[in-house]
T-cell receptor, first 117, second 112 residues
Framework: EAQVTQNPRYLITVTGKKLTVTCSQN?????MSWYRQDPGLGLRQIYY???????DKGDVPEGYKVSRKEKRNFPLILESPSPNQTSLYFC????????????????FGQGTRLTVV | LAKTTQPISMDSYEGQEVNITCSHN???????ITWYQQFPSQGPRFIIQ???TKVTNEVASLFIPADRKSSTLSLPRVSLSDTAVYYC?????????????FGTGTRLLVSP
């Protein structure tokens, strides 16, 4: 089954304690990205990756790091979490090429609800 | 990436057809139009994608006029489970879909 898996689903942590949210996809997709979703602000992209070892900032990258050492994994790292990073996080993956009879769609993970106190 | 404009919210009743229109005046020649559905606390889910005219799948239809400056997502005979937020996105799949730009979407509420 094609899927994007995020872990953990829920996390409560304290300010300043480094954490990593993992993301893995089994579709051999080149593109992966992270989003955060906050009430009234919609989905905002944090970082994206076009392939292994290729990453770039999205709209709200401050306070986050990512790495893409393997095609299937794209972890999101918060070196020193702060309360304003309390949010719902989504990882997504997609393939860049439109193939005939096949849509170019992004697949999203189940989400990680992070609370920083 | 082209900017999109959608209604903030819509109300409907079970069994009715719902049409959600998205405006994208600055759509580029290579851009495709894609719609996603999102339930509370879940990731967005792909619904339909098209380039021109009409596209239909098992859950929805997408109507795109000749000038492609707008598009309409049509949900036939909605049920309570169609209550969700619907996002319209415009972009060039080979080069732009790595950076999906979600607006605030349209919140659809289906009542009995």
């Amino acid at each position: 089954e094609a899927q994007v898996t995020q872990n953990p689903r829920y996390l409560i942590t304290v300010t300043g304690k480094k954490l990593t949210v993992t993301c893995s996809q089994n579709m051999n997709h080149e593109y992966m990205s992270w989003y955060r979703q906050d009430p009234g602000l919609g989905l905002r992209q944090i970082y994206y990756s076009m392939n292994v070892e290729v990453t770039d900032k999205g709209d709200v990258p401050e306070g986050y790091k990512v790495s893409r050492k393997e095609k299937r994994n794209f972890p999101l790292i918060l070196e020193s979490p702060s309360p304003n990073q309390t949010s719902l996080y989504f990882c997504a993956s997609s393939s860049p090429v439109i193939q005939e009879e096949k849509n170019t769609e992004a697949f999203f993970g189940q989400g990680t609800r992070l609370t920083v106190v | 990436l082209a900017k999109t404009t959608q209604p903030i919210s819509m109300d409907s009743y079970e069994g009715q057809e719902v049409n959600i229109t998205c405006s994208h005046n600055n759509i580029a020649t290579n851009d495709y139009i894609t719609w996603y559905q999102q339930f509370p606390s879940q990731g967005p889910r792909f619904i339909i994608q098209g380039y021109k005219t009409k596209v239909t799948n098992e859950v929805a239809s997408l109507f795109i006029p000749a000038d492609r400056k707008s598009s309409t997502l049509s949900l036939p005979r909605v049920s309570l489970s169609d209550t969700a937020v619907y996002y319209c996105l415009v972009g060039d799949p080979p080069t732009g879909f790595q950076k999906l730009v979600f607006g605030t979407g349209t919140r659809l509420l289906v009542s009995p």
